[in-house]
């Protein structure tokens, strides 16, 4: 199983990024999938969910700034941020929904700074 992040960087406050997250080995469409992420020192935490068919939730930290969606066409989740603020710097993270541990792939860093 690969679940393989990208589309982080770094941003200045405001700004926006779109992170993908492309999945293979397992049957994806089947699958809710989430976005979880990282920062310096805190725990891991789901900041956004997309169930199989489609419906999303988020985190309230996130919630009106950033967006999920998915292809299974692709095998591909996305994620959508908007209005990036300083303490979405982390780590981002693609896993099914309970996460497996042993789904975790290297994830793509966000920086927010000015």
């Known amino acids: 199983v690969q679940l393989q992040a990208s589309g982080g960087g770094l941003v200045q406050p405001g700004g926006s990024l779109r992170l993908s997250c492309a999945a293979s080995?397992?049957?994806?469409?089947?699958?809710?999938m989430g976005w979880y992420r990282q920062a310096p020192g805190k725990q891991r935490e789901l900041v956004a969910v997309i169930t199989k068919g489609g419906s999303a939730n988020y985190a309230d930290s996130v919630k009106g700034r950033f967006t999920i969606s998915r292809d299974n066409a692709k095998n591909t989740v996305y994620l959508q941020m908007n209005s990036l603020k300083p303490e979405d710097t982390a780590v981002y993270y693609c896993?099914?929904?309970?996460?497996?541990?042993?789904?975790w792939g290297q994830g793509t860093q966000v920086t927010v700074s000015s």
């Open positions: 896993n099914v929904v309970p996460f497996f541990n042993r789904y």
């Open positions: 080995g397992i049957i994806f469409s089947i699958n809710a």
